[in-house]
T-cell receptor, first 113, second 112 residues
Framework: NAGVMQNPRHLVRRRGQEARLRCSPMKGHSHVYWYRQLPEEGLKFMVYLQKENIIDESGMPKERFSAEFPKEGPSILRIQQVVRGDSAAYFC???????????FGSGTRLTVV | KQEVTQIPAALSVPEGENLVLNCSFTDSAIYNLQWFRQDPGKGLTSLLLIQSSQREQTSGRLNASLDKSSGRSTLYIAASQPGDSATYLCAVMKTSGSRLTFGEGTQLTVNP
């Protein structure tokens, strides 16, 4: 029973490029959450999705960031026209339902050069 | 707006010592509270989950307590080992399935 799978583990992008981060939740989990951890800071909520629905995107920056969780395939966090301030670790978590807590992936570490 | 605070920010202890990590939250209307461990450059590992109706949870050398009315939780680690060295994070959930609000973490170092 594989855990939450995130890829790539490390991603380097030049300023202005697009970054695509992927997350496959645990088998049977239909709730997916994305969090960002900036250097020397705590984890901050970004977005909560269920299949084909965005439930809460109140933590997402208004521009350049988008997320989806299609009927088939992994959840994708997309960052367009990356800037140096986007450099961070991005974590995905999944849950069967809130009662059982979250399981986190190992994260994608994005470096913008 | 929920705020979660963890004290101390860093802690260094000799091997074998029992220790307590503290977590406080400003809004006592929570659904559950979860303690995580994060190793450098790694993801988060769930340690203990306490539902709002529970007072404590135990797993091995770890014991977490919850006092919802006062907005506090503690993580007790017995007989600490060097392998316990990591950052410990406390997070609260307001309603079932909603976001987690994290504290800044306590960085623990257990010296051999």
């Amino acid at each position: 029973n594989a855990g939450v799978m995130q890829n790539p583990r490390h991603l380097v992008r030049r300023r202005g490029q697009e970054a695509r981060l992927r997350c496959s939740p645990m088998k049977g989990h239909s709730h997916v959450y994305w969090y960002r951890q900036l250097p020397e800071e705590g984890l901050k909520f970004m977005v909560y999705l269920q299949k084909e629905n965005i439930i809460d995107e109140s933590g997402m920056p208004k521009e350049r960031f988008s997320a989806e969780f299609p009927k088939e395939g992994p959840s994708i966090l997309r960052i367009q026209q990356v800037v140096r301030g986007d450099s961070a670790a991005y974590f995905c978590a999944s849950s069967l339902q809130g009662d059982y807590g979250y399981t986190f992936g190992s994260g994608t570490r994005l470096t913008v050069v | 707006k929920q705020e979660v605070t963890q004290i101390p920010a860093a802690l260094s202890v000799p091997e074998g010592e029992n220790l307590v990590l503290n977590c406080s939250f400003t809004d006592s209307a929570i659904y559950n509270l979860q303690w995580f461990r994060q190793d450098p450059g790694k993801g988060l590992t769930s340690l203990l989950l306490i539902q709002s109706s529970q007072r404590e949870q135990t797993s091995g050398r770890l014991n977490a307590s919850l006092d919802k009315s006062s907005g506090r939780s503690t993580l007790y680690i017995a007989a600490s080992q060097p392998g316990d060295s990591a950052t410990y994070l406390c997070a609260v959930m307001k309603t079932s399935g909603s976001r987690l609000t994290f504290g800044e973490g306590t960085q623990l170092t257990v010296n051999p």
